[in-house]
């Protein structure tokens, strides 16, 4: 995948990590079902951590199209569910694909990396064009494809 290429890319990176594929799909066809199959995945990562780890530490990589729209599911998920969110979720993606010798993809992958560890837990973000934006908080504009602050 493009993001085991970027991490793999940087051996002094400082922290371990597990990339599993949940759909490979354009995002304009990510759908509900899609987006649980991505919820019970973050779920099963959490349950594995013990109460006294440090904050479970995720990045989900999405086109950009539909992120928004995930994120949101994921955070109302993660708020509705019973037990305590202990993790930090954000959401990255690319304006070009990854090999694309002008690709943000590895910016923005080492943007939403970075966020992970110092966002409070609980968090749900979008990391796109040098921003973290809380996902409550975030809109993309639809002429320019940018990410923005609401």
Do not use: Y
């Not at 530490?57 to 708020?79: P, S, Y």
């Amino acid at each position: 995948s493009a993001a085991s290429r970027i991490l793999n890319a940087h051996p002094n990176l400082g922290v371990t990590f597990d990339v599993t594929s949940i759909c490979r799909k354009d995002s304009l066809e990510v759908a509900d079902n899609d987006r649980g199959l991505l919820f019970i995945a973050i779920t099963k990562i959490m349950a594995k951590m013990s109460p006294s780890s440090p904050p479970t530490r995720i990045v989900v990589t999405h086109g950009t199209d539909t992120m928004v729209e995930t994120a949101q599911f994921i955070q109302k998920g993660l708020k509705d569910g019973l037990k305590e969110n202990s993790a930090v979720v954000a959401f990255t993606g690319a304006t070009k694909p990854e090999r694309f010798i002008d690709s943000d993809a590895a910016f923005n992958v080492g943007l939403a990396v970075g966020a992970t560890s110092a966002c409070s837990p609980g968090s749900v973000v979008i990391c796109m064009n040098g921003n973290v934006i809380p996902v409550e908080k975030c809109v993309r504009e639809e002429t320019s494809g940018l990410f923005r602050w609401r």
